[in-house]
């Protein structure tokens, strides 16, 4: 896509699809998970509002960086190329912009809600700043992304009662693990050029099986996660239910890609992943509140 053809398009869509605004779906139910186990029942319309507010601005943070420091990267990857920045429909500048007036959003975020997430804001940020670069070095930046995204219940826990007891964490690990397990899968599709350009990733690293083996491996850490937190907390049949809902939605993942059959690659990893971030959240929420 060149700017040209981009002139007409409002920029505000511009930015939504810079920073793939939908994908916010993946972390935040997440953090209302979060933050309903820590209020332990409804945590209040202002809690929820700032709470998702941060969200917001810390993802769009995050993904602006990220579009920042690969703009060269993408434009050398046919699949990538017609991005904003490769392709001249944003410029550096507006970007910039745009992480600017985010980080200032997520901040004033950040100071409505409980005062130890004010000095602990820096952390996930210069997490976002380091993702793009771990591809240059190693395989393991997926599990870095896990951990950026893993942040979400932990942060809000926090942010609702200043503190994160260990089950907080078991479920910060159980969205690690269930993240980096789909990147691998998200990996497939620049293997190809990934070896040509020599950048690292578990698909580059292990190979189309050892995706497979690695997804699998992480998505049964994140079952095993959630139900240790869910033992640690004495929650009742709504929270389990909600991870029968997650084990029967990971399998049909795992169902739907084969290592020799790709084709419903897009669907195994943004509408199911999606599906399972709400649908547990549904469920803690029943639980919590009912």
């Known amino acids: 896509m060149s700017a040209t053809s981009t002139a007409t398009v409002p920029l505000p869509r511009r930015l939504a699809s810079l920073v793939r605004i939908e994908h916010t779906v993946f972390a935040l139910p997440f953090a209302y998970v979060g933050t309903f186990l820590a209020a332990g029942d409804w945590p209040g319309l202002a809690e929820i509002l700032w709470i998702t507010v941060a969200m917001i601005g810390a993802r769009t943070v995050a993904m602006a960086l990220n579009r920042l420091v690969d703009a060269e990267l993408d434009a050398k990857n046919p699949r990538t190329a017609s991005r904003e920045l490769p392709s001249g429909a944003l410029s550096r500048g507006q ?129 095993v996660l959630l139900s240790v937190a869910g033992a640690g907390l004495g929650v009742g049949a709504w929270y389990w239910v909600g991870v029968l809902a997650v084990a029967v939605l990971l399998a049909y993942e795992h169902a739907i890609v084969r290592p020799d059959d790709l084709r419903r690659l897009d669907a195994a990893f943004f509408t199911v992943n999606g599906i399972i971030s709400v649908v547990f959240f549904v469920f803690v929420a029943l639980d919590v509140v009912a």
Request: with cysteine; proline share 5%.
């Open 95 to 223: 970007v910039l912009l745009l992480t600017a007036i985010a980080l200032l959003v997520f901040l004033v975020a950040v100071f409505q809600l409980d005062p130890i997430v004010r000095w602990l804001w820096p952390i996930p940020v210069t997490m976002f700043f380091v993702y793009p670069y771990l591809k240059r070095f190693t395989w393991l930046s997926h599990v870095w992304l896990g951990a950026c995204l893993g942040l979400a219940p932990v942060g809000a826990w926090l942010a609702v009662s200043g503190t994160a007891p260990w089950e907080a964490w078991a479920i910060g690990g159980a969205v690690l693990l269930w993240v980096a397990g789909f990147d691998f899968f998200y990996s497939l599709f620049d293997l190809e050029h990934d070896r040509a350009a020599g950048l690292h990733s578990w698909a580059v690293r292990f190979g189309v099986h050892g995706v497979f083996r690695g997804a699998r491996a992480f998505h049964v850490g994140t079952l």
